[in-house]
């Protein structure tokens, strides 16, 4: 999901794009949750806290206060949270309806999450009065990567 253009028509920065989600929320867009969002939303595959810490660099938080954003962004729902084979928490950016329309394969070996092209199958029929707001589809395996080294 693309933030909505400026004012003058430019889209904005990553940055820029990253407050305007979180303000949407009706939330402040405080230094650390744009940072966060920002590197969530530029990540290829979903990422351990540690990674994050990692990634942020000279810019890194402490830890509770990097804890307190990303449970933040996922009680918003700006972000999901999974664990990987090993229990390990990890953080992806969502997206609007984007993670709905498509499936995630976990790797069983490195614990990464990649988004695939292919679309999840039809919900299935529910009772009565019961109302969908979400559905995953997660395929677990192991990535060419890792299969690559079972060999």
Known sequence: MRPAATRD?????EAEGAA???RRTGARATPARVRVL???RSAPAALSH????QALGDLA??????YRVLDW???SGLAHRNADAQRTFRFSAAGGNEHATHTHFRCDGCGRVFCLDAAPPAPPSLPEGFSLSRMEL???????QCAG???
């Not at 028509?9 to 920065?13: D, M, V, W």
């Not at 540690?50 to 810490?53: G, N, P, R, V």
């Not at 938080?61 to 990097?66: A, G, I, S």
């Open 50 to 53: 540690h990674e994050i810490e």
């Open 38 to 40: 920002r590197l969530l």
């Open 20 to 22: 305007l989600l979180i």
């Open 138 to 144: 997660d395929l677990r395996g192991r990535c060419a």
């Open 61 to 66: 938080l402490d830890r509770v206060t990097l």
């Open 73 to 75: 962004l996922v009680e």
């Open 9 to 13: 028509g430019e889209q904005p920065t």
């Open 149 to 151: 080294r079972d060999r």
